[in-house]
């Protein structure tokens, strides 16, 4: 059920409770990233939280959206 859920789901996911965390925390739900439809806030954070800690091998830029009020970083 947990490898349906959208990229921005699953970090909403990890912070609802520790358990949550790790059930969302799984290897096989952060190897292929797709991003379509998600607005990218902070590159920085996607970077360092998501694909360096999760060791995502695949990311699909389709369709992606950039915040235009962080649009230095």
Do not use: C
């Amino acid at each position: 059920v947990l490898s349906y859920l959208s990229v921005a789901d699953l970090v909403r996911l990890k912070q609802v409770s520790r358990v949550w965390h790790q059930l969302a925390s799984q290897p096989f739900l952060w190897r292929e990233i797709k991003l379509k439809g998600v607005t990218i806030n902070s590159w920085e954070y996607l970077a360092r939280n998501i694909i360096e800690m999760n060791s995502s091998t695949d990311l699909d830029f389709d369709g992606i959206k950039h915040s235009a009020q962080n649009s230095n970083e």
